[in-house]
């Protein structure tokens, strides 16, 4: 990739307080603590459900994406993801987000299980998926919002940017876990793990 291909920075033009929530609802709930009897008021975000999906090559190589994070202000890498939307089955979203933002398909996918991204006060899950042997066969479809770029790694490759602190999106990091040994050493762990860490069936 040359250099004036390269992502630029996003700039930030101005900030400013708002009430404007548009991907949760926020909900208070007034609670007893059972142990004092003391009354707080809970802060509950209500959040869509996510999902993220680690797709693999035939030659075991990972989909990659690279997308600036409002968050963080700067730019991460990560799996592919995004919302499930109303009414959706969220197996439709794994296979609708990584069409959209990489272009790959699959007609091998694998459920690892649903996980609660932050149950301190969202009421949301993040469903992981894995799909095997994917390949590129479709134009991406970004939304306005998005610049994303795509790339294809080895695993070493993939452990490279997560040492050297480009990959730190906890979720990502932890679907990839279901699949790989992120921190393997020794070289005959570089692949795929053989059992795959599924945790539930298809559900919600």
Do not use: C
Not at 72 to 92: I, K, M, Q, S, Y
């Amino acid at each position: 990739m040359t250099k004036d291909n390269r992502q630029r920075p996003w700039k930030i033009l101005r900030s400013e307080e708002g009430d404007e929530l548009p991907i949760f609802k926020v909900r208070y709930d007034w609670m007893e603590n059972p142990r004092n009897g003391a009354e707080l008021k809970a802060v509950v975000l209500d959040v869509p459900d996510w999902v993220t999906v680690a797709a693999v090559t035939p030659d075991q190589q990972l989909v990659m994406v690279r997308q600036y994070r409002f968050g963080a202000a700067e730019f991460t890498t990560e799996l592919p993801a995004g919302l499930v939307n109303p009414g959706e089955p969220h197996r439709d979203a794994a296979v609708r987000e990584l069409r959209e933002e990489t272009g790959y398909t699959s007609n091998d996918w694998v459920y690892l299980g649903w996980v609660q991204p932050n149950p301190a006060y969202q009421n949301n899950r993040l469903h992981q998926w894995l799909a095997r042997d994917v390949r590129l066969t479709a134009p991406r479809e970004l939304d306005e919002g998005e610049d994303i770029e795509v790339s294809v790694l080895a695993m070493n490759q993939v452990r490279q940017e997560i040492a050297e602190g480009r990959m730190r999106n906890s979720l990502a990091l932890l679907t990839l876990s279901r699949v790989t040994n992120l921190w393997a050493a020794d070289p005959a762990q570089d692949g795929l793990l053989e059992d795959f860490v599924t945790l539930d069936h298809e559900s919600r």
